[in-house]
Every structure is written in structure tokens, then in C-alpha cells.
């Protein structure tokens, strides 16, 4: 398995390292852990290489947090919230297959880092529960997924702007990320991203992550959810913007 990684002892043990913490921070915050591996990992392989295990490994988290997530998801939401996805998800990853890999790099990372400082400033987007400006939000999400697989973090700036509550909006993601996994998977798959290697380097990581992920449940608490948050974006920012300086220079 690790020869077909493709990946040199230095480099997996980096990944592995990177994995785990991503796993932690999205054991108790439900999301990020696409997003902490894209900023990391990205400078290892290009997002066309990266997003097959960014599902993979999603999907496995979610199957763990899905007990915990489920009966808090707002499930009408997130049902609104897919039907946008099968217009954003094939778009975002048309684009990942036809750009030159370092500007696929740069684009996945800035939209990290914006995310990110949205968040951060707890920016509120002009929308509401009605029905098309959720279905917009999914076609957003759909394609930041496809681009970066960090849809994820499209949802949370939604959740924040409609005043969820820390755990309806925890086990919204965890749900919403579970059924745009699968979905997801079956798009990169007729893209023929879902290669020997994916699955090697899922398979190598996945240990590692699911370690963090339940470290990370048991750290989750709701009264300190204020601090959780902040210290997740300031670490994807960081990452992120440490990553755009070095493909740029």
C-alpha cells in the first residue's frame, strides 16, 4: 500500500501527522477536516490528486459522528441543501480537471483562507431558511467541494447566518457532509479521479484520522464551543496563507 502512495517515508509522515490533527479539530467542531488537510497537504499533490481522499476520509468521520449528528441535523435543510450540490459538485470539479495544477493549488487555497476569515468575523450572509436561497447555498457548497472539498465551510457561514444553535449546526454538516461525500464520490469517479492511489493514501491515512476524530469527540463541548472555533480558523488561515506564500514564491 505505501508503494502505491506514491508518497516518500518524509512525506506520508507529515500527512499522517497533518491527518490527525485535522481529525481532532473535526471531532468536535463537525467540520474542517477537508479544509485543514487541503491547506496542508495541497503542497504534496495537486486538489485533482488531494479531493478523492479529502471524500474518502470524510465519509469515514462522518460514519463515526453520524450517531451523535444525526437526530440534532436539521434534515429538511440539508435535504434542500444536496439538491443544490448536484449542480455546484460537477461544475467545481470540472474546473479542478481543467486548470494547470498550481493555479488549481493557489484558487483551493485562497478559498480557504477566505472562508476562513469569514467566519472568523463571523460574517452574516443575507439569507434565510426559505427554500432557494438554501438551494443556492448547496449549488456554493456543491461547488467548493468539487474545487477544494471544503464545502463544509460554505454550509457553516450559512448555519452562522441563520442563528443555528452549536449542535443543530454540528450535526447539520456532519449529515450534509456525509451525503455529499457519497454523492461526491460518484462524480470524481466518472471523472476518473478514484484511482489505486486515492485509495492507497486513504487507506494509509485513516487510522490516523479517525484517532484525532475520536480524541476530538471527546474533547467536544458545547459551553466551550466559543473557543473551539476561533482556534480552527486561525489555524486554517495560517496554513492557508502559509501556503499561498510558498506557491507564490
Known sequence: MIETAALAPGELAFAIAA????????????????????????L?????????VCALLELASSLVLMRDGFAAADKRMVLILQTGGLIGVPAGLYLTNTVDPDISRQLAL??????????????????????????????????????????????????LARNLSP???????????????????????????????????????????LAGVFLGRTLFTPAYESYYRPFSLLLL????????ARTLL
Open 110 to 159: 485562497l478559498l480557504i483562507v477566505t472562508l476562513a476569515l469569514m467566519q472568523l468575523a463571523r460574517i452574516r450572509l443575507p439569507v434565510s431558511g426559505a427554500p432557494l436561497p438554501t438551494f443556492l447555498t448547496g449549488i456554493t457548497s456543491g461547488f467548493a467541494t468539487g474545487l477544494a472539498s471544503i464545502g463544509g465551510m460554505v454550509i457553516a457561514l450559512y448555519a
Open 167 to 209: 449542535r443543530v449546526m454540528r450535526g447539520s454538516l456532519i449529515l450534509q457532509i456525509f451525503i455529499g461525500g457519497t454523492l461526491g464520490l460518484i462524480w470524481q469517479s466518472l471523472y476518473g479521479m478514484l484511482t489505486p492511489t486515492a485509495f492507497s493514501r486513504a487507506g494509509l491515512l485513516l487510522f490516523p484520522m
Open 19 to 42: 491527518v490527525f490533527l485535522a481529525g481532532v479539530v473535526r471531532g468536535f467542531t463537525g467540520f474542517a477536516l477537508s479544509a485543514l488537510i487541503m491547506a496542508t497537504l495541497v
Open 44 to 52: 504534496l499533490m495537486p486538489p485533482v490528486e488531494l479531493i478523492p
Open 237 to 244: 488561515i495560517g496554513l492557508g496563507l502559509a501556503g499561498l
